[in-house]
């Protein structure tokens, strides 16, 4: 930490600093006496712009910015499934052990136990030549979940060095790699970056349905395995609880639930519901399955930015190892917001509504990162991204909404007129569509029934012409 700045500006999340040079963009940095989590977003000679990840009250003016060296990363490895974390991967539950009711400042970017004990089997042998992505060892991390503990990308070598299968923590070293007498200790976790996609084979073609157990989204509209959807709705149409019945019943292998800016009563609900909740397929708690991002509307704006990043990283970690993930973003206008309220701070021209113009690329970027791959372990995996949007009052030609909409392959819109008359889920089969339909035909004609889409287009009619003959009751009477 010798590299220090001094701070100069300070606007709520952003702080900004002189003396950065040596400094890198999206740096992790420590920022002031309480050692605050935040990340360099801009340089220009010697001044640096920050965002902070904590509450920057009580900030003043002098105080030092350290430099870490390394970019804002997660830690990937056993203990991730079941919890609950924040924005930026900190354990809630084990912040409240710790006899705090909110997250303190300066605690630091503590994420998964390393005192906790795995049983690991060790799957390679002295001699072993392992490449980037290769299982070396698995731990039954949960009773659905088997942890499959891999060699890090840009890591390959010949294995000189093994333990025995037993039990140890994070912190041990398994196995150590020998590439050209450059040696690599392999621990149970790997750290990576969290604005940075996990590197990949290819992509694969989408054709496998997820099935969500909602039969209007299953037959209707339905969603592929590797696809996008996005689920906008105004307020109280039942966004959450779609988003809530989606991770209790769809048939992905793990579900990443990212609350981001919405009530925090509703995280609350899903942190009591989920445990008590058993897994149709095998009648284990649904918690076995899910990880859990809580970002509430009165957490720090820049870490609320920063979650839809964290739950993202964390799916494609569990689809490295070949697992089928399905992320839901609860709700993406929130995370907008947030770049809107950090875009003003940063003083940036804005576009459309005040959101910044790179608004559309952002949501792209993230939403690009679902599909159905091809792993570098050989394996294949897949992850579903369904994204609540939020729009203010409920109107659908709002930016957020309009640019999700261009992107996904499936929108399910909800309709307060059908929620008002307690029609749930509220999705509106009119203004609703799916792209999926043409590339599933085979798969329900293999799996369902050789009619099925013929049946679908007939019942898709029925309900056009019954639009069509409640207009006319409207003009004429019943």
Known sequence: MTRQGNIIYINGPVVRADHMEGFMV???VMVGEKKLIGEVISLENDLGTIQVYEETSGLRMGEKVYGTGTPLSLKLGPGIIGNIFDGIERPLSKIYDSGFKFIPEGIGLISLDE??????????KLGDILKSGEVFAKIQETTMIVHRVMVPPGIKG?????????SYTLQDTLVVLDENGKKYELKMYQEWPVRQPRPIVQRMPIEELLVTGQRVIDTFFPLAKGGTAAIPGGFGTGKTVTQHQLAKWSDADIIVYIGCGERGNEMTEVLEDFPKLKDPNTDNPLMDRTVLIANTSNMPVAAREASI???ITIAEYFRDMGYNVAVMADSTSRWAEALREISGRLEEMPAEEGYPAYLASRLAAFYERAGYIKNLNGTEGSITIIGAVSPAGG????????STKRIVGAFLALDRELAHARHFPSINWLSSYSSYIPILKDWFKENV?????TLRSKMMRILQEENKLMDIVKLVGE
């Open 26 to 28: 999206r740096e992790m």
């Open 158 to 166: 010949k294995v000189v060095s093994t333990v025995k299968s037993g």
């Open 395 to 402: 109107d659908f030609s709002e930016p957020v909404t309009k």
């Open 115 to 124: 005192k906790k004990s795995w049983d690991v089997e060790i799957l390679v």
């Open 449 to 453: 029934a050789p009619d099925m889409m």
């Open 309 to 311: 990043y964290t739950g």
